[in-house]
Structure formats: C-alpha cells, structure tokens
C-alpha cells in the first residue's frame, strides 16, 4: 500500500520567515496530495491541495509542489504569523478526496515572535 | 465545504462499559465513512471504511468485534468502541465521502476511558 513520509517532524521559524514543509510517497498511482492544518484538540483543516496533473498551486501565502517524477511534495508558508503554529499533514490518495487518504507523520510548526 | 457532526464531542467512561459516537454529513449523501483514530501528538491513522448498507472494511490490527460501525444510512454513520479500556481513549474522527470528492473531517470525539 501506500506509504507517505514527511519531514521535519518540527519547525521552529521566526515570524515573517517561510517554512516548508516535505513529503514522499510511494505509490506512483496517486494522484491526490492534500494539506492538513490541525490546532490542539481540533479537527484537521484542508488548506490546500494538488493533483497530479498540475505542479504547483498557490494559494495567498500557501503554495504547494509537486514532483511525480521523484514522488514529493512540499507545503510552503510565506510570511509566517503566530496564527499559522500547528500541526501540518501531508496525505495522498488515489482517487480524489473521496478515496483513501494515508497520511504523513506530522509537522509541528511553531512561529516564534 | 462539508457540513459534518460528531457526537458526542467528548466522553469518559468506565473501563468496560461501551461508547458510541455518531457521525452525521448534514448537506450530503455519504455513501462511504472513513474512521480515523488519533493518539496524542501522532498522525490519523485510518480503522475503517465502510460503505452504505455493507459491512465495514477494517485496517490491518483494528479488532472489527470491538470497534462496531453501522453504515445504514447515507448521512449517518455509527462507531461503537465495545468494552473500553484505558488504552482505547484516543480521538475519534470520521471523514465521509459521497459523489464529490470530500475532504471534510468531523470535528472528532475525545473517548477518555477511566
């Protein structure tokens, strides 16, 4: 099955700086790479998401890569705000949002004033 | 996007009693349920997708007699966590799927099992 590994496991920037973050995935089937945004005791967020037939999307400070020939994917925040500490998940699927979604380890990002 | 609830949002209960959490999409048919479990300070890991009116598919280590999932209805999904103990106690999240690709998480549920 599929396996997604996402790298750092925690990132510590200063404010206004940019943080990425980066993920691998195994199965070159997938096709559906979407970003999570979790807060302390809440439910994961969509923040952005890619398909494989694009190679970057950008969203205000948010964009996110893709690579299938290498199988990676990256998260970039520009601009970092206190607001943007949590918990990041890379995930992948095979079939749109609507199929299995296996998940990145996490990413504890912490922006410092 | 997706209009998804969760109840309860949080519960503690006595080791050995059972716990059900419903899981409800509110502005769309939900012919699958995904349920994910989350310990403290790691990712989501996925116990089961099941399919409206089928019997759940269970991830590899998830004890299908003692997490029990009802899919009866396309906007509602049940998880029974029978016989809890303390190292049940995680958080609950579902995720439903319909027509459209959903990528919607219910707001989970906090099991604390004494």
């Known amino acids: 099955g599929e396996n997604v590994e996402q790298h750092p496991s925690t990132l510590s920037v200063q404010e206004g700086d940019s943080a990425v973050i980066k993920c691998t995935y195994s199965d070159s089937a997938s096709n559906y790479f979407p970003w999570y945004k979790q807060e302390l005791g809440k439910r994961p967020q969509l923040i952005i998401d890619i398909r494989s037939n694009v190679g970057e999307k950008k969203d205000q400070r948010i964009a996110v890569t893709l690579n299938k020939t290498a199988k990676h994917f990256s998260l970039h925040i520009t601009e970092t705000q206190p607001e943007d500490s949590a918990v990041y998940f890379c995930?992948?699927?095979?079939?749109?949002?609507?199929?299995?979604?296996?998940f990145g380890t996490g990413t504890q990002l912490k922006v410092e004033l | 996007g997706a209009v998804v609830s969760q109840h309860p949002s949080w519960v503690i209960c006595k080791s050995g009693t059972s716990v059900k959490i419903e899981c409800r999409s509110l502005d769309f048919q939900a012919t699958t349920m995904f349920w994910y479990r989350q310990f403290p300070k790691q990712s989501l890991m996925l116990m089961a997708t099941?399919?409206?009116?089928?019997?759940?598919?269970?991830e590899q280590g998830v004890e299908k007699d003692k997490f029990l999932i009802n899919h009866a209805s396309l906007t509602l999904s049940t998880l029974t966590v029978t016989s809890a103990h303390p190292e049940d106690s995680s958080f609950y999240i579902c995720r439903p799927s319909g027509s459209s690709d959903t990528q919607y998480f219910g707001p989970g549920t906090r099991l604390t099992v004494l």
């Open positions: 995930a992948a699927s095979k079939r749109g949002g609507g199929n299995k979604l296996t």
């Open positions: 099941s399919n409206e009116g089928s019997k759940a598919t269970y």
